[in-house]
C-alpha cells in the first residue's frame, strides 16, 4: 500500500506541468538532455514519509537509466518500504522504477522505468584530452532549495541544469579511476552524465572537492572505461561512438575545403584534357595536312605519267603503230583517272569535326547503382555524435525507389527523403546522388514538442510506396521541403557514407 501511494503521488503530474522552451537542436549538449532524468527516492513507514533523497541519472536504453549507486543506497537497504521514481526532463508524468543491477565498488546502478521512455544518450568510448570542454547536466539540490516550492517540484519533468566547463585529468580514486574536471557541480548532479561538446557521456559525475577554506572546488566523474564495464556485467546494451568530436561549424568548414579543391581538381583536370585535346586536334590537322600533299604529290606524279602515257599514244598513232598506240593511250587514260581519284578523294579539313572533344568529366553511367550497394561510412567527412554504422546496405532503383518501397523525392542530382519516425526524437534527412555514389544521412535530435509538431507534418507527405508518376513526386517534393524548413539550419549529426555496388569496390 506503501508503494501504491508513492507511486500516485510520483504519477500525479497532469496539470502541474512547467514547459520549458527547447534549445535549438545545433546544441549537441542541450539535444543530449533529453536523455537525462532525476531519480527520486522515497521511504515511508506507516504511511509517512520518513525519508526523501534525489540525484540524477541518463538513459543508456529507452527504459534503463544509469546513476550512481549511492543514489538509490536506500532503496538497496530497505526495498520493502522504498520507492524509486525517474522524472524525465520533458513530458507529462513521472514513473517508478527498479534497480536492476548496482555495483558499489564502482558506485554505479542500472534501473529500469516500469513504464514511458526517455531518448538513450551515446557514450564516447574514444580518447578525450586535457583541456576539452565538457558539460555537466543534471539536478542539484542548491537549485531545488532555491526555486522549489513544494515536494512536487522534485518530480515535476523540467530540463536538467547545465554548467560547462574542462576536462582536467584522470586519477586514481576510492573506486578506481577517477576524471577531475572543473564543470560546476553539487549534491544533486550525482548520477548525471559528463558529456562533451558533442553531447556523447565521457563519464558519471560523483561528488566535488571540499572548499571549506575558499579554495576553487573540482569536480569528479567515474570515467566511462568503468560505466562499460558495469554495463557489459549487467548486460545491458549501449550506444557507443569513439569518433573525435568536431563541431558543426568546423565539420562544414571542412566540407566546403574538401568542396572547394575538387572544384579546384577538376579545372585543372578540364584545363590538362582540354589542353591534350588540343594537342592531339592540332597533331591530326598537321598529319591530315601532310596527308593531302602526299596524296596532292601523288596525283601530279600520275597526271604526268597520264600525260606521257597519252602523248606517246598520239606518237604512235601518227606512226600508224595502232595496237601500240592503244596500248599507250589506255595506260595514260588509266593514269589520269587514278590521279583524279587520288587527288579529289584527298582527306579534307572538315573531317576533323568527327573528333569528339575530352570535356571536364566523364559522363556517369546512370544505372551504376541499381541494385544492392554496401554504403561504407566516410570518418573524414562525417559528424557523429550519436550513431555511425560503419556500412549500412542501399538498394537503389532507377526513379529514386530505395530498399524496395521507400520512396525519394528529386531534387536537381540529387535524391531526398525526409523521414519521421513515431518510436524516436529523431528526424533523418536521408539523401542519395547516384551520380558519385554518396549516401548522406543528416540526424536532427529534437524536444518532444518539436517531435510532435514534425510528426504532425509528416502527415501530408502522403507518399507512402514508390512512383513513376511525375506529378505524384512533385507533390512529395513540395511537401517535404515544408518539412525541412521546420527544421533547424545545422543537424545534430552529419553523416557521409560511399557506395558501391555489391560486390564491387568502390
Not at 529514386?400 to 525519394?408: A, D, E, I, L, W
Request: charged share 25%; proline share 5%; aromatic share 4%.
Amino acid at each position: 500500500m506503501v508503494k501504491s501511494l508513492l507511486t500516485r503521488l510520483l504519477l500525479a503530474l497532469v496539470g502541474l506541468l512547467a514547459f520549458a522552451t527547447p534549445a535549438s537542436a545545433q546544441d549537441d549538449v542541450a539535444a543530449v538532455s533529453r536523455g537525462v532524468v532525476r531519480v527520486v527516492v522515497v521511504q515511508v513507514e506507516d504511511g509517512e514519509i520518513i525519508d526523501f533523497g534525489h540525484g540524477s541519472g541518463f538513459a543508456v536504453a529507452p527504459n534503463r537509466i544509469v546513476t550512481n549507486a549511492h543514489v538509490v543506497d536506500l532503496a538497496v537497504q530497505d526495498p520493502d518500504n522504498v520507492v524509486i521514481g525517474v522524472v524525465p526532463s520533458e513530458g507529462s508524468q513521472s514513473y517508478g522504477a527498479r534497480i536492476v543491477a548496482v555495483d558499489r565498488a564502482r558506485d554505479l546502478a542500472l534501473i529500469e522505468m516500469q513504464q514511458g521512455s526517455v531518448p538513450p544518450v551515446a557514450l564516447f568510448t574514444g580518447a578525450i584530452g586535457p583541456g576539452a570542454g565538457v558539460a555537466a547536466l543534471g539536478y542539484p539540490g542548491n537549485v531545488d532549495l532555491a526555486t522549489a516550492q513544494s515536494m512536487q517540484d522534485y518530480i515535476r519533468p523540467l530540463p536538467p541544469t547545465r554548467s560547462s566547463g574542462n576536462y582536467s585529468d584522470l586519477r586514481r580514486g576510492d573506486i578506481g579511476p577517477i576524471i577531475v574536471h572543473t564543470a560546476a557541480i553539487a549534491r544533486g548532479h550525482s548520477g548525471g552524465p559528463l558529456v562533451d561538446l558533442c553531447g556523447r557521456v565521457v563519464g558519471v559525475n560523483r561528488m566535488i572537492t571540499r572548499n571549506d577554506m575558499g579554495d576553487s572546488s573540482f569536480a569528479f566523474a567515474i570515467p566511462v572505461a568503468s560505466l562499460t564495464a558495469f554495463l557489459r556485467q549487467a548486460r545491458q546494451p549501449f550506444r557507443s561512438v569513439d569518433v573525435a568530436c568536431v563541431s558543426a561549424a568546423d565539420q562544414a568548414r571542412s566540407e566546403a575545403e574538401r568542396e572547394e579543391a575538387a572544384r579546384r581538381a577538376r579545372e585543372a583536370d578540364e584545363a590538362t584534357r582540354l589542353r591534350d585535346a588540343d594537342a592531339r586536334h592540332e597533331r591530326a590537322v598537321a598529319e591530315l595536312q601532310q596527308a593531302r600533299e602526299n596524296r596532292a604529290g601523288l596525283a601530279i606524279g600520275l597526271l604526268v605519267l597520264a600525260i606521257a602515257g597519252l602523248g606517246a599514244g598520239g606518237i604512235l598513232l601518227f606512226k600508224d603503230q595502232h595496237r601500240p598506240a592503244l596500248i599507250a593511250g589506255g595506260v595514260g587514260v588509266a593514269l589520269l583517272l587514278g590521279a583524279a581519284i587520288v587527288f579529289f578523294t584527298r582527306p579534307g579539313l572538315d573531317s576533323l569535326e568527327d573528333e569528339v572533344r575530352v570535356t571536364s568529366s566523364v559522363t556517369p553511367d546512370p544505372d551504376r547503382y541499381v541494385g544492392t550497394n554496401i554504403c561504407t561510412l566516410d570518418r573524414e567527412r562525417s559528424r557523429v555524435t550519436v550513431s555511425g554504422e560503419p556500412e549500412v546496405e542501399l538498394g537503389w532503383e532507377e526513379g529514386g525507389c530505395v530498399n524496395n518501397g521507400t520512396q525519394y523525392a528529386r531534387y536537381g542530382g540529387v535524391w531526398r527523403r525526409v523521414l519521421v519516425p513515431n518510436s524516436e526524437q529523431t528526424v533523418s534527412v536521408t539523401e542519395f546522388n547516384p551520380a558519385t555514389g554518396d549516401y548522406v544521412v543528416s540526424r536532427y535530435l529534437l524536444s518532444a514538442n518539436a517531435m510532435n509538431e514534425a510528426r504532425e507534418r509528416r502527415r501530408r507527405v502522403e507518399q507512402r510506396s514508390c512512383t513513376r508518376n511525375q506529378e505524384d513526386l512533385a507533390i512529395l517534393a513540395d511537401r517535404q521541403r515544408d518539412l525541412e524548413e521546420s527544421l533547424p539550419a545545422q543537424p545534430n549529426e552529419r553523416l557521409v557514407y560511399h557506395c558501391a555496388p555489391e560486390g564491387r569496390s568502390g
